[in-house]
């Protein structure tokens, strides 16, 4: 069971590229969590999602943020035009429902420069 | 008012001694309660769940949930340098929904 995928481990952009997030969740959990976790802060909620549905957006700013999870390959969370304030270690979670806690995967660094 | 509150710590406690580390959280409705270990430069790590009142119990570690109080607690027995780590405290409303984190106790266990 290879756990949660996350990639890339590290990311950089300059201001106003594009940074894509990929999160494959672990064998036989369907549900997927991303967060985001800025330094000396703890984990804050961004989005929840199933297979080709958003369940909760609640946690995601609503300009330049997206995520989708379809039907094949992994869940990806989008920044478009990304700025400084965005650079923090994104975490995607998944779990079975209602069973156990979440899995985390190994997280991506973003670093906007 | 957070939904999950835990003291930032840092909380220091020689090797051997147990570290009691605490949250307290603001929906009554809660249903689920996790304890998770993150290590600097690290993802969290899930290390105990508990769903009901009372203890339980795995190994060094010890959950204790009173939910007239609206408390958790996370107890770690002869404690280890290798515990040293940010404890965060989880809450769940719904079974499917979001977690609630809190902010993490910083622990360091003195040699």
């Known amino acids: 069971n290879a756990g949660v995928m996350q990639n890339p481990r590290h990311l950089v952009r300059r201001r106003g590229q594009e940074a894509r997030l990929r999160c494959s969740p672990m064998?036989?959990?369907?549900?997927v969590y991303w967060y985001r976790q800025l330094p000396e802060e703890g984990l804050k909620f961004m989005v929840y999602?199933?297979?080709?549905?958003?369940?909760?957006e609640s946690g995601m700013p609503k300009e330049r943020f997206s995520a989708e999870f379809p039907k094949e390959g992994p869940s990806i969370l989008r920044i478009q035009q990304v700025v400084r304030g965005d650079s923090a270690a994104y975490f995607c979670?998944?779990?079975?429902?209602?069973?156990?806690?979440?899995?985390f995967g190994s997280g991506t660094r973003l670093t906007v420069v | 008012q957070k939904e999950v509150e835990q003291n930032s710590g840092p909380l220091s406690v020689p090797e051997g001694a147990i570290a009691s580390l605490n949250c307290t959280y603001s929906d009554r409705g809660s249903q689920s309660f996790f304890w998770y270990r993150q290590y600097s430069g690290k993802s969290p790590e899930l290390i105990m769940s508990?769903?009901?009142?009372g203890d339980k119990e795995d190994g060094r570690f010890t959950a204790q949930l009173n939910k007239a109080s609206q408390y958790v607690s996370l107890l770690i027995r002869d404690s280890q340098p290798s515990d040293s780590a940010t404890y965060l405290c989880?809450?769940?409303?719904?079974?499917?929904?979001?977690?609630?984190f809190g902010t993490g106790t910083s622990l360091t266990v003195i040699p």
């Open positions: 508990i769903y009901s009142n």
């Open positions: 064998k036989g959990h369907s549900h």
């Open positions: 999602l199933q297979k080709e549905n958003i369940i909760d």
């Open positions: 979670a998944s779990s079975r429902l209602g069973v156990d806690g979440y899995t």
């Open positions: 989880a809450v769940n409303r719904n079974t499917g929904n979001q977690f609630y």
